[in-house]
């Protein structure tokens, strides 16, 4: 776990910690060389009982991770979903393959067990055309007029065009986005915008950070008045207010999206979600020829082939010989894509002044608050009224 906490992201290393509680819990605590199928079937009735949202249960702070699933089947409360738990199969699997790689371990014993049969074929995520209707309806010019939230009007504008992830983006600071000076092939210099991801933060894994240019369809909707108006208000995060789930920073965009914009819309397909912006993004740019390095660098993937799977002679090429890529590239090759110009109000400055003014009020009592040793009052949201519907 100490090599976990040194290199990988805080998320995966907390979702190891859970896995292996429970295992244990269950199993009781054996030698990585003795876990066999059986120990893992327990491991995995436990798991499809392991509650959701455990943290707001009451009364189960001092039980056991087995306690708490007797608990939890005593009770019938409500599990957590089946791609859920696949996930922490998925990390438990990465901690053995670790076990047997430094050989404390022989095998993995996830291996041992039929994955398909329990949790069914694994899960892909839609690719939406960005001509589709379900690409273009969140940016119609009446949905982004009503918008009484910066992070309703942002907040997956720049996934749209970046592919960035939610939770990248719900834990950006002002501090985060400034200008870069770089030169191109040519020598000749520019100033790029640039959005510092997942450094000092939650992050998916050590790819996740990395800089990321806002693109110029990004630009020419008034990002940089918003910026100024969040310089005017000295306001330190990029979405202020933005309240954060447990554990996941962007869970307020992101279900804000999946949940009363689907609804509004009258879309039934589950499969249309906030994260289809960035498989678009990467099937766009697949399609475009766009390099793989380019397109790695934008998503923060890793450059190694999966087990089993030999890297192609033009990927070897590319991690070997080539340069690397930068922030220039990979905004180049953004304003390339053949993306459609929306019919949106761009943004003016002053549009979100009741909001920021508002939050700010609640920073500073909150600084006032805990320099007195109490604790702050939890974000809100956006309580200003919305602005009027542009005709």
């Known amino acids: ?222 990002f940089e008045k918003y910026l100024q108006d969040l310089d005017a208000f000295g306001e330190r995060d990029l979405f202020p207010g933005l309240r954060t789930g447990e554990g996941r920073p962007g869970a307020t965009i992101e279900d804000w999206f999946n949940g009363s914009l689907r609804t509004d819309w009258g879309i039934l397909d589950k499969e249309v979600t906030f994260h289809c912006f960035r498989h678009t993004i990467a099937t766009l740019m697949r399609n475009a020829r766009t390099p793989a390095s380019i397109r790695r660098a934008l998503l923060g993937h890793s450059g190694k082939s999966r087990p089993g799977v030999n890297p192609s002679g033009d990927q070897v090429s590319e991690d070997h010989y080539e340069d690397k890529v930068t922030p220039l590239d990979v905004l180049l090759e953004l304003d390339r894509l053949p993306f459609p110009e929306l019919d949106v109000v761009p943004y003016e400055r002053g549009r979100f002044d009741d909001y920021l003014r508002h939050e700010g009020v609640r920073r500073r009592s909150n600084e006032l608050l805990v320099a007195a040793g109490k604790a702050p009052k939890p974000k809100r949201g956006p309580l200003p009224k919305a602005p009027a519907k542009i005709p």
Request: net charge positive; glycine share 6%.
């Open 1 to 222: 776990m100490l090599q976990y906490r040194k290199d990988e992201a805080d998320s995966t290393e907390q979702a190891i910690d859970i896995c292996l509680d429970l295992f244990i819990s269950v199993n009781g605590n054996k030698n990585a060389r003795q876990v066999g199928v059986v120990d893992m079937e327990r491991f995995l009735d436990a798991l499809a009982a392991w509650p959701v949202n455990r943290q707001f249960i009451e009364g189960v702070d001092k039980m056991t991770p087995a306690e708490l699933v007797m608990h939890a089947r005593k009770k019938k409360l409500p599990a957590i979903a089946v791609s859920t738990q696949e996930k922490y199969v998925q990390h438990l699997s990465a901690f053995f393959n670790r076990l047997v790689k430094w050989k404390r371990c022989d095998d993995n014993p996830v291996l041992l067990i039929n994955r398909r049969k329990r949790f069914g074929d694994k899960r892909t995520h839609t690719k939406r055309s960005f001509n589709n209707p379900e690409w273009q309806r969140p940016f119609q010019k009446e949905e982004m007029a009503v918008a009484n939230a910066p992070w309703k009007f942002f907040g997956h504008l720049i996934p749209a065009f970046t592919g960035s992830r939610s939770n990248e983006i719900g834990q950006l600071k002002r501090s985060d986005i400034r200008v870069e000076r770089m030169p191109d092939r040519d020598g000749v210099v520019h100033d790029v915008l640039c959005m510092y991801l997942g450094r000092g933060k939650k992050r998916k894994g050590k790819n996740a950070v990395r800089v990321v240019p806002v693109p110029k369809r990004v630009l020419a909707l008034g």
